[in-house]
């Protein structure tokens, strides 16, 4: 079945730092893509809609200038969490639509020091 | 309240028994989905349903878009099921985003 990737699974980092999420569809090409955030024992929330070649589409609450999403190609999405603070230690998910299945990516763990 | 309610939060059970988890919405949708999601945090796509039933293996899934209801059921439980399942629906209007419940920790003992 169709694969959803990302990049890395897990990082640690420090305070101030900046951070990038690869998310690849490994053999399907999608236009949208979603990411999404989870913190423990809660349901995901979804954070941004990536849109191929335009801009992103954040949900309220959502600061852009922190998670930078691009999606400049048909199968790689990247969310960017700069200056990370460890309020924004979570499980990153991206995922992506083929037909009517939801793909759902591995998953990223960041731990903000 | 939410727009997507799960019941039971928890729950645990003896290999070999049925396991039902219920999901009710509020919100009109065109679709439902069923996800599990391992420890590790993978989420897998178990099932998406606008009506009637979907049966997969030991897996069934229902949807009443009238009552705004749907449960999910496993037959013969196995410890490998024990997983979060989470219910999340696509709104109507909604191109395709979801709105998740807040999922069911399942536990199989042996």
């Known amino acids: 079945g169709a694969v959803v990737s990302q990049h890395p699974s897990w990082v640690i980092c420090k305070s101030g730092t900046s951070v990038k999420i690869e998310c690849r569809s490994l053999d399907f090409q999608a236009t949208t893509m979603f990411w999404y955030r989870q913190f423990p024992k809660q349901s995901l929330m979804l954070m941004a809609t990536s849109n191929e070649g335009s801009k992103a589409t954040y949900e309220q609450g959502v600061e852009k200038d922190k998670f930078l999403i691009n999606h400049a190609s048909l199968t790689l999405s990247t969310l960017t969490v700069t200056s990370a603070h460890p309020e924004d230690s979570s499980f990153y998910i991206c995922?992506?639509?083929?037909?009517?299945?939801?793909?759902f990516g591995p998953g990223t763990r960041l731990l903000v020091l | 309240k939410n727009e997507v309610e799960q019941s039971p939060q928890n729950l645990t059970a003896q290999e070999g028994e049925f396991i039902t988890i219920n999901c009710s919405y509020s919100v009109g949708i065109s679709a439902l989905h069923w996800l599990q999601q391992h420890p590790g945090g993978g989420i897998v796509s178990l099932f998406m349903l606008s009506s009637g039933k979907k049966k997969h293996g030991r897996l069934i899934a229902t949807i009443n878009i009238q009552e705004k209801h749907s449960s999910l059921h496993i037959t013969a439980s196995h410890p490998r099921d024990s997983a979060v399942y989470i219910c999340?629906?696509?709104?109507?209007?909604?191109?395709?985003?979801?709105?998740f419940g807040s999922g069911t920790q399942l536990t199989v003992l042996p």
């Open positions: 995922s992506a639509i083929l037909g009517e299945t939801q793909y």
């Open positions: 999340a629906v696509r709104p109507s209007g909604s191109a395709r985003q979801l709105t």
